[in-house]
Nanobody, 117 residues
């Protein structure tokens, strides 16, 4: 029902910035909470940031103060602005859309972020 496409990943030096985008289609975007997750090789998938229907946000402690999640409902897009990137941020980043009332849960294909000198 809902398709999610991440973009904006790439190779960046430590201390640099990237902005990830998650474009949604096939659903009423404003009804979904959106989360950014990441998974590094050999590590568990972890929640990075979430933004609710009401635009309340939560962040993993490891990214607080460096990452900002936002949403543009008119464009059906969620962004993750990543500043002061560290090698530990290297992972595949996935966006996830959830709608608790209908128990919907959708994932994008992921975008690779590599932080290296």
């Amino acid at each position: 029902q809902v398709q999610l496409v991440e973009s904006g990943g790439g190779l960046v030096q430590p201390g640099g910035s990237l902005r990830l985008s998650c474009a949604a289609s096939g659903g009423i975007f404003r009804l979904y909470g959106i989360g950014w997750y990441r998974q590094a090789p050999g590590k568990q998938r972890e929640l990075v940031a979430i933004i609710s229907q009401s635009r309340s946000t939560n962040y993993a402690d490891s990214v607080k103060g460096r990452f900002t999640i936002s949403r543009d409902n008119a464009r059906n897009t969620v962004y993750l602005q990543m500043n002061s990137l560290k090698p530990e941020d290297t992972a595949v980043y996935y966006c996830n859309a959830q709608r608790a009332s209908t128990r919907e849960d959708y994932w994008g294909q992921g975008t690779q972020v590599t932080v290296s000198s």
